[in-house]
Each structure stands twice: as C-alpha cells, then as structure tokens.
C-alpha cells in the first residue's frame, strides 16, 4: 500500500485520539488560569497563575506531596519483592499449582473499593475485625489501623492488590528462563542465591521495569482506597495529591484551584516517570 | 584425572522405571560416547553422572570415590549443554570465570586460566564480547571453554554439536578430538549421530530403552554387533536384514527362522548360480564416490547395495549378490548375535 494512503487512513483515528487527549488536557489547564469557584459563580477572569500558588501554599499540599511519594514508593518495592518471591515460590511444580496461581491472582479481580470496605470493615476494624479478634486472643489491645497507622494501612491495602499483578507479570516470564541456565550454574557451584543474582534479576530486568513503570502510573492516582477507609485523615495523615485535588474540587468547590493540582500532578507523574525509566533503561538493554 | 564406574544405576520417574540397572566401566582419560535413539536414556544417565538428576538406585563413582550424594559442583566434572547455556548477561570472560568465582578462586588464578583456556580455543579476541553477540560455532567454544577453565576430571558433552550446521558440525568434531587429544581427560559424550560416535570414540554404549545393549570400541560395535539392534544402528546406511525365503543357502549355523545381516557395502555383484540374495532393482542413488542401489527381494524385503559404480541394468531387471563369509551376520528370532 502506498504510505501517503496509509497515512490518510490512519489520520481519523488519531485525530480522535489526540481530541480525547487535548481536550480535557487544555480544559484543565485553561481552568487553573481563571478564577472558577462553584460557590461564586460571579467571580470570573484570568488570573494567571494564582490558582497554581494557593494550591502548592495549601498547608495541605506538603504533607501530601510526601504522602504521595512515600505511598508510591512504599508500594512499588513491598510489590516488587513479594511478586519476586511469590512468582519463584511457585515455579516449580507442584501439586495444585494452578488453583494457588488463580488465588494468587484474583485479589487483582476485586474492585479497589471492595477491597478497602473489606479491608476496613472486616479485617483491620478494631471492634469487629480479624485482627482485632487475634489481638485479644493473644491478650493484646486491638490496634486501631486506620486511626494508628493510616498511610500504613492504605500501603497494605494496595501492596495486596497490586502484588497479584507482579506475580502474573514475574510468573510468565520466569517460564520462558532458560533451566540448562541454572543447570550449569548449578555445576559450576552456584547455589541458589547466586543463581537468583547473576540469572534470575538479570532475566527478569525488563519484566521488574515493565510492573515498575504500570503500577506509578496507577499509584500516582490511589482514590478509593482512600475516600473508603481514612477519607485522608487523620488529619492530612493519608491525604496524597489526587485525594487533594478531590477535596480542592468537591469539598471546596474550587474548580480553578483543583485544575491546578492536576497540572501538578500530570507535571509529577512526567518527573518520576523520567527518573524511573532513566533508572532501570539501563538494565533493559539485554 | 579419573576413571568412572557406574554400578546397578537405576532410574524411576514415580512409577516409570526409565534405566533398568545400568553396569559400566570407563577408564581414566578415556573418550566413550553414549549413543541409541532419542528416549534411550543416554541424556539421563549424563545427567545422573552429572548430579542433575537423582539416582533412585545404585552406585556412580568418579575415581575411588562414590558421589551419590556429592553436589553437582563438588563431583568434578563439567558439562557441555546442548543449548550452551551460557549466561546471557555475562561477558565471555565472565561466563568462563563463574564457575571459579564460585569456588573463591584467587583473581590472578581466575586470569590465568580463563587466558590459557581462551587461548586454546582461539576465543581470547572475543572474551569482551557477550554471548549474544557470538555466532553458534563460537558460542559452542565457549561453552567448552566454562568447561575447561574447571580443570574437571571427566568432561561431559550432551549433543555439543545438534544445533550447529553440517559443515561447522564435522569442524567442532574435529576440535573435541584435538581437545582429547591434548587434555587426555576422561570425556563421556552423548550423541544420537552414529558418525560423531564412531569418529570420536574410544568406546561406544549403544543403549535402548534405558538398557546397555553394547559396549566397545567402534571398530568391535561394527564388526561384532551383538544384536540386531546395535547392527542396525552402526553403520550407514543400514545393514540390511534378510529372512527365510531371501536367502539362497545360508551360511554355517544358519537356520529357519533367524535373520541373515550383511550391510550395503558388505555386498558383492555375482551371477545368478552364486547369488546368496537376489532383488529387482528399483531406484538407484548416484553420489559420484559411490552409487546406492535400493532393491527389492521375491519376498518383498528391501534391501541396499553399496557399489563402485551405478548397474548397468535397468530398473525392475533382477541383481544377483554374494558376500564373504566373515562379513555375514547371523541372529536368532530373538535378535542376538549367533556369533557369540
């Protein structure tokens, strides 16, 4: 076929991708450059970029920024490291493989606001939930998780749903390894430790900074988690950026202020995106 | 260097029994090639030597020492994968060094006899390179470079040369000669390729099913094949059975019901009165040395004829053949060699 024919036949459906992109993206940034409250709906104009100083001097906005940070942070390497061991735990065969590969992957099934009312309601609940009974069974007082430790529980509540993804990502490639691989270093004395340094990391290089890159994307922009169980308290104790932006826009009514954060937010995602690639782009030249 | 003495070997996949009480002696610096068709077990009866597959029952020793429970690494030995299996994020200098690093080898060490070890296989221009970026045949070398730089008492190769082409395939059999040759280490090599087996061996295992059907030096294994299966699969092309009403007069010992064995180059041209077999001509292939004839019995047994040259005759007219006696091989029904 002739490339300018390609071309023109192409053209529609990227006009309606770049629409479906450039669209809420100018709408966004032009919102943050007026004034735009719901409760004064009089007040209008541009004025340039106010709405981006109230938002980054919001006392809030701190506390969140590292809230976010540490949230992504915290899930990516507790994800990392359980999908690695997990995915190596069972890629050796073994009687009912397949029903402990399914269970271990449905907790990626389950919708994140399930999940975080299961999470709270009976699970992490200091009256009614398991690990309160376990507490008092062993003759402990029962945390109050979300009240205690809030960012902690929110980690936990996403490192168990996002694990399941690392596992199914880490599974499937670990069964494309080479086994004379291992064989030979297993002749050649290495034990398994040495074995998962110097084959199994290397090999899985691009997988570990495929799940890297999905999960930021994703963790950037934890919600349900938290509208369910803290509602970003105590306090701002789990408030990140998008739950911010949320209370900016829906709570404040400040639709000016709130399209600010998200130019933020699309700003910080670009940031730690770059750092990222830049950090494993090394390690995917194999 | 050491010798190997493999005793009663036993292997069970849960119920399945795949070796059947496999005895074998093999002396130091010895060169023996396990051969037999794919499934015979020669591939895991490497292994067990190896330590890469459990024994469930008798004995391996590597010189006076038995190593049932001796880890892969600490039987010395070293194995040549059919794959290669080199490490693809590793340097060739590295992939030739793993192995030493293991062990804390001193750095200098380490230098030394990766340098010697490259030099002997002509890879010390390429030792930066990764392996990925190495063509089949030199990817091969470095395979058996890992090997070398371990110092090993027996080498093991499992079907070095399976995924190399036909003219870099005869190169590298002529390599691992040398290397024996100069090494004189013990080496067990397995291979379903009769003419690596015979070019290279001291002594063949010819195994089916998992059992030892013959042990010898080529020339024996050729000459004296125990049974039918082992006549069958030495030599190229096959030896040619004969049964019954095929065969004019038997020789000596000959009776109804055993088979009469002579191969394709064993056969000699003759008139109708001497004729010990007779078949019509059906195709003949010409390959300039040689020509082979493919003939059929009045029975219908085919049959080949290795000749200097193509007959004259056309296809479907009859060839008359003879043979000398100490060329013919007789086996009773149940296979064996009448020969002893």
Not at chain 1, 46 to 58: P, Q, S
Not at chain 2, 32 to 39: C, D, L, N, T, Y
Not at chain 2, 165 to 193: C, F, G, N, P
Request: one cysteine or more.
């Amino acid at each position: 076929m002739n490339p300018t024919l390609v071309r023109w036949l192409q053209a529609p459906s990227i006009f309606v991708l770049l629409l479906w992109m450039i669209v809420p993206l100018s709408m966004t940034v032009y919102f943050s450059t007026i004034r735009y409250n719901l409760l004064y709906p009089e007040r209008t104009g541009f004025i340039g970029l106010d709405n981006y100083r109230f938002f980054a001097t919001d006392p809030s906005f701190g506390p969140a920024l590292i809230n976010t940070l540490i949230l992504v942070g915290s899930v990516l390497v507790i994800t990392i490291v359980l999908g690695l061991a997990i995915s190596i735990l069972i890629d050796r065969p073994f009687r009912g493989r397949g029903i402990a590969r399914v269970m271990l992957i449905s907790p990626f099934f389950i919708m994140p606001t399930v999940s975080a009312l299961v999470w709270k309601n009976m699970l992490m609940d200091p009256n009614n939930g398991l690990f309160a009974a376990f507490s008092q069974a062993l003759g402990l007082q029962p945390v109050e998780w979300l009240a205690q430790y809030p960012l902690f529980s929110i980690i936990v509540m996403v490192s168990w749903q996002w694990t399941p993804f690392a596992i199914l990502i880490f599974m499937t490639s670990l069964q494309s390894q080479d086994q004379e691989q291992k064989e030979a270093a297993t002749l050649d004395g290495a034990g398994f430790w040495s074995q998962f340094w110097n084959l199994t990391l290397p090999h899985l290089a691009r997988p570990i900074s495929i799940v890297l890159l999905i999960q930021m994307i994703f963790h950037l922009s934890i919600f349900a988690e938290i509208f369910v169980t803290t509602s970003g308290g105590p306090g701002v104790s789990s408030t990140n950026l998008t739950y911010l932006i949320y209370i900016q826009s829906q709570q404040a009514f400040d639709v000016g202020v709130a399209s600010a954060g998200g130019v933020f937010a699309i700003i910080l995602a670009n940031i730690v995106a770059l750092f990222l690639i830049r950090a494993v782009g090394k390690t995917l030249t194999v | 260097m050491a010798g190997l003495t493999i005793r009663n070997l036993v292997k069970r996949y849960g119920d399945v029994q795949v070796m059947h009480g496999v005895d074998l002696d093999i002396e130091d610096g010895e060169f023996v090639v396990f051969v037999g068709p794919s499934g015979c077990g020669k591939s895991t009866l490497l292994r067990m030597i190896a330590g890469l597959e459990e024994i469930s029952d008798g004995t391996v020793s590597i010189g006076d020492r038995e190593v049932n429970d001796v880890a892969p690494s600490k039987r010395g030995v070293a194995m040549v994968f059919q794959t290669y299996a080199l490490y693809p994020h590793m340097t060739v200098y590295e992939n030739m060094a793993f192995g030493l690093r293991q062990a804390k080898t001193p750095k200098d060490e380490i230098d030394r006899r990766v340098t010697s070890a490259a030099e002997v296989l002509q890879i010390n221009d390429y030792l930066e390179r990764s392996p990925r970026n190495l063509s089949g045949g030199q990817r091969q070398r470095v395979a058996i470079g890992r090997a070398i730089v371990r110092d090993p008492e027996v080498f093991l190769f499992d079907e070095p040369l399976s995924n190399l082409d036909a003219s870099l395939r005869v190169q590298t059999r002529l390599e691992i000669a040398r290397l024996h040759e100069r090494l004189k280490s013990t080496m067990i090599y397995v291979t379903h390729d009769q003419v690596e087996a015979m070019t290279l061996a001291d002594k063949i295992v010819v195994l089916r099913d998992g059992r030892v059907e013959q042990v010898g030096s080529p020339i024996e294994l050729y000459e004296r094949p125990a049974n039918s299966f082992v006549a069958q699969f030495i030599g190229s092309p096959q030896m040619n059975f004969f049964t019954g009403g095929d065969v004019a007069t038997g020789p000596a010992g000959y009776v109804d019901g055993d088979t009469l064995g002579i191969r394709p180059e064993h056969l000699i041209a003759c008139d109708a009165g001497a004729a010990l077999v007779s078949g019509k001509l059906e195709l003949v292939e010409q390959l300039g040395e040689y020509a082979l004839a493919h003939l059929i019995t009045a029975q219908g047994s085919e049959f080949i004829a290795k000749m200097e040259k193509p007959p004259a005759e056309a296809y479907g007219d009859t060839l008359h053949f003879t043979a000398i006696p100490e060329r013919l091989h007789v086996f009773s029904p149940d296979g064996l060699s009448k020969r002893g």
